[in-house]
Every structure is written in C-alpha cells, then in structure tokens.
C-alpha cells in the first residue's frame, strides 16, 4: 500500500480547510457518486479508493465560498491508483504541489492554469457532465436549468402530448436530480409510454440514482416485454444503484440468460454491478462469457480492473478454481496470469 510522505501527509482535505472553502467530493468513474467525509478522509490518507474505475480515481471536488455559493468551482482529477487502489505517493505530492502553487500565485489567470491544465485533468461525457451540473445546482441551492420545466411537464405532468424531440439531456437530469417521491411513483407509472428517443437516455441518466422498489420493478417489466438488447443495457445501467438488490439480481441473472452472445450487456454487468459479484456462480457466468466474446487485451483489462474493487480481490482465483469453469474461462484466466508474471 502507497503510504503517502511526509511532504503530502497533510493531504487535500487539510489544503481544503485551510483555504477556507466549503467542498463536497464524488466519483464520476462508472457512475456519479457522493463521497463520504469518511471515504474521502481515507484515500487521502492512503487508502484504497472505494470506487475504482479503469485503474483511477476519477475524483471531483465541487467547491464554494460559503459567504458566496455563486463564486464555485469544480476539479476535475483522474488520478492513476496502484495494485492496492491506492494513491501512490508521488502523485499525492504532485497533486499538493500544484494545489499550493495556485493559492500562492496572484494572477487569476495562471491560477486557473495551474488548476485545470494538469496531467489528471479530464473532460467527462456529455452525460457525465449532465448529471454533474445538475448535482451541483442542487448542492449550492441553485435553481435548475432551463430545460428542467418542459422535461418534468413531459417526463411526470403528462398532461398533454408533448414533442419528445425537444426535450433537452439536461433537463432529463435535472428532472431526476429533483424529484420528489411522488414523482419517481409519476415516472415509474407513465415509463410505457416514453419512445426510445427518450427512454434510453433517461434509463441510462437513472445510473447515476437510486432508483426506489416501484420504479425498479417498472423497468425491469418493460425489458420483459422488449426483446431489444439496448434497452435491456440502458434497464442494467438505470437499475445499478438501486436498493432493490433482490429484483436486481434476479433481472441481472436474466439478462445473461437471454443475451448470451451480446458483449455489451457483459460489459454493462461487469462494470455497473460489480456488488453482485460475491454471488459466485453468477461471476462465473458473467467472466466466462467474457472469456468467449472478447479478446484476450479487453479480457484482461476488465478482469485487473475488477480485482480493485473492494471484496473482489480473490474473484479471479475462485473463478479459476470452481469445478464449473468452462475451458475458455481457465485459459484466459491462465493467459492473464501468464502476461502479468511476465511485466513483473
């Protein structure tokens, strides 16, 4: 484990406190997630982090003045963890480094330099960005965009037939961003109704939520009755944080089922529930089909990457070791194995 020196021991969140600003912390690796102080607190101070994502962190920093919610800024950092998912310390202090350089400086123009043309900067998806901007509005108190009035009329007043095509990808974050439970039981009841132009982005925007048992239950039915594979990848994504484990399993576990030639939906079950994964004989299920449909860079890829999370460690030797696996399972787990002893 990366312990950090005593250069960085401070760490961020003392750079943080001593700067005067309020902040909040997320993850916008698969998914957006609030960080918790004591999550934060931890990788900060040489942890593993609890969202791995492609062998990073992709760590957001919303911050503000508190006199002032207006005058915020947000930080983009993708930052490279090691075998253990933690932050090595070198990128710590380079990271403090940069952080300290652009308090010190006077100009506001190198400031901002120093604080977004850097080597862990990244630009996120539309989508990604979407849900940001709506988390954040909402965070600082700050009323939505102006797409969120014609989509909440469209997506939970349904009183009339609206244009579907005018409907803008903000205001469908923004929409679920500020729901109410009454309107997630509105969504949940008109969600038949919505055309694909606008299902799938809404499914795919639920990924970043948690959606409740009625809701759940009502995109799960709707990939009963809909044979097309993208729906079923937007229902995998939209149902990931839900939690209504039970019903989401059940519908992962079908999913595999009747898709058994589809990499995506794979994809979409490796990367989107990996919680799901201590269920062994479904990992197996998942990693076999892996092992059959991609090739041996995107097997390993998504196998390193899954071994960070937490829980998952052993997943590859349990998956190597079960009297079920499939030949092509044990060879590329016996492949990856191979390659890795070979960069050591």
């Known amino acids: ?26 993850d916008l690796g698969s998914q957006l997630r609030k960080l918790s102080r004591e999550q934060f607190a931890g990788f900060d101070q040489g942890q593993a982090y609890p969202y791995p994502y492609l062998n990073h962190a992709w760590l957001i920093l919303l911050l503000w003045n508190p006199d002032q919610h207006e005058q915020h800024s947000i930080w983009f950092m993708k930052l ?28 506001a123009t190198e400031r901002q330099r120093l604080l977004t043309d850097h080597p862990y900067q990244f630009t996120p998806s539309e989508e990604k960005m979407a849900a940001l901007h709506a988390r954040a509005s909402r965070t600082l108190g700050r009323p939505p965009s102006a797409y969120h009035k014609p989509a909440y009329r469209a997506l939970i007043d349904q009183q009339q037939e609206p244009v579907w ?49 009625v809701l759940t239950d009502r995109i799960i039915e709707l990939c009963r009755r809909n044979t097309d594979s993208t729906t079923h990848i937007s229902a995998l994504r939209a149902v990931s944080q839900s939690p209504s484990a039970g019903l989401t399993e059940a519908f992962v576990i079908d999913t595999l089922d009747r898709f058994t030639e589809n990499l995506d939906v794979v994809l979409a079950v490796l990367s989107r529930h990996t919680k799901l994964l201590s269920n062994t004989e479904l990992a197996l299920v998942a990693l ?31 998956a190597l070791r079960h009297p079920h696996r499939s030949e092509a399972l044990a060879k590329a787990i016996g492949d990856l194995i191979q390659a890795s002893r070979s960069v050591q």
């Open 1 to 26: 484990m990366s312990t950090p020196s005593s250069q960085s021991a401070a760490g961020i969140i003392q750079f943080l406190q001593r700067s005067g600003a309020h902040y909040r912390a997320f």
């Open 165 to 213: 095509e005018q409907i803008g990808l903000q205001g469908i974050y923004d929409v679920l961003e500020r729901r109410s439970q009454a309107d997630e039981q509105a969504l949940a009841k008109g969600l038949t109704r919505l055309p694909d132009v606008v299902l799938h982005p809404l499914l795919c925007a639920l990924e970043h939520h948690q959606p409740g048992v």
């Open 80 to 107: 490279p963890l090691d075998e253990q998912a933690c932050l090595p310390a070198a990128v710590m202090s380079d990271v403090l480094d940069r952080l300290h350089r652009s308090v010190a400086t006077p100009d």
């Open 288 to 318: 076999d089909r892996l092992a059959v449909l991609a090739d041996a860079d995107g097997f390993n890829r998504v196998v390193q990457g899954l071994a960070l999370q937490p829980g998952l460690s052993g997943l590859v030797l349990q």
